[in-house]
């Protein structure tokens, strides 16, 4: 009797997705023996390719403009979610009442020259094709004539790892030329692998991004930092670079006009960094090799850089959309679960031939429409989790997580009864795979508490494929993990079942060909199962973390440990 109950179950489960338009296979029904769906499952059941594929479309469309912050774009963008969590039925998530959390940015829209002379002679430089350069300061433009150019290495400070790319120097003045990402150190007794306990080994850490990169060169003084990309260590090409930082560049309404940072923040060629280094008499290799010693000290060029760089400024109200959910249980209710994931992409850009538009379907327009399935299934529970859930779409990621660092803050909620951030950033579209990536695995508990969610459905979690791209530190969460809060990027799986070799395949075509351009829309070859897996399973991790007796922690070793344990004790837990 129980297998013909299970049987008529798993019949009911296929009939609904049917009527909803799915297709995709769903989780595994109920055990044997259960009377009826729960209202779990019945809530898990909504989230569908009907419904997924809806907000993706609309989010996508050419009438979002590419959903740039400040734009037309942004307006739809916002109206839309709003409207959209308004007639779910979830509260607004501000506590002034309104569904947006106002986000004070600047728009510099940059037009760079740079004049790089070696010996006497000029190299050439055409802006996007060789280099990219702007600036992050409030001012109408920045000059930066005759600038010493000095080689710094991977350009790092660590002293954790007894590292000092600089010993000691004066930079004032003067700008750096670094490699892109942390240094690959290899292993004394095994020179195949790299060493672990130096900069994570294949892991990249912050050091890495090139965010810390122009913060180093700001404290200590530099006129300009330049970082040298390669296609192979950065996991993305050229193009990437000369897209992201070709338009408008944005940046948080900060008091100090920005004034602190570094004037320019470039990047150059590969190519053009040899041409460089040979005309100054230096061999571009040999001084990478160099730069993987402890000893290596900066090696100052016979060339000097001349930048000129005039702007177009904005202000900027740009917005967070946030809607809550209140908990059930008194106790518990302001103890809030966040999902976040970022509404925003890159505009458009008019001086492209054809498509001008970055739809940014995958990236993230997906991400987004998961949170909004999230919460519609959350919503229809007739008993809502113990903790309150806040779904948070945030502004200006593709700017450098501003959005999100807003908000971590500036919290509408405090951080010391935050929880657990649970972060979607560009969804698997190519089918169900055996596993979910975890992003900077061995962070937190959060990670743990997945694996258990995916087993129920004979899906595993793996560490991050890639972890050499520092993925953990280009998307939301890593604003709210700086400040303690245990966050979750699970990534997709590329194990696509019954495709071998498929997804990772997609993947990668994804990267060279889609990411960041106007081509990221919907395609003929798209298929949500595996979008309708990943967020069924993320849904079900939110609602155990907001029913649990125990709070998400970070594990030893987490460079994020300490912060949390000062703010609990802080607060008295």
Known sequence: MTQVRALLLLLVTSLAAAACGRHEAQPAPPPAGTEALSSIDKARAQIDTAGLLGHIRALSSDDFEGRLP?????????????????????????????????????GIRGKATFKLGVGGKTIEMQPNRDFVAATTR????????????????????????????????????????MLINDPPIAKADDPEHLDEAMFKGRAMTYYGRWTYKFEIA????????????????AAYPWAVVESSWGGEQFSLANPDQNMSRVPVQSWITADKARELFTAAGQDFDELKRQSLKREFTPVALPAKASFAISNKIRQVQSQNVVARITGSDPELADEVVIYTAHWDHLGKDTSLKGDTIYNGAVDNASGTAAVLEIAQAFQSLPVKPRRSLLFLAVTAEEQGLLGSQFYAENPLYPLQRTVATINIDAMNVWGRTREMQVIGMGQNTLEDDLAKVLERYGRVTVADEHPEKGSYFRSDQFNFAKQGVPSLYADDGTDVIGKPGYGEQKRQAYTATDYHKPSDEIHSDWDLSGTVADTQALFDLGDKVANDAIWPTWKPGSEFKAKREESLRAAGR
């Open 70 to 106: 400040g734009t037309i774009g942004e307006a739809k963008t916002v109206d839309y979610l709003s409207k959209q969590f308004e007639k779910m039925g979830l509260a607004p998530g501000n506590p002034d009442g309104s569904y947006v959390q106002k986000v004070p940015l600047v």
């Open 138 to 177: 409030f001012v109408p433009e920045v000059k930066v004539d005759d600038s010493e150019l000095v080689f710094v290495g991977y350009g790092i400070q660590a002293p954790e790892y007894d590292w000092d790319d600089y010993k000691g120097l004066d930079m004032k003045g003067k700008t750096l030329v």
């Open 218 to 233: 700001s404290k200590l003084g530099a006129a300009g930092a330049i970082i040298v990309h390669e296609t192979e260590p």
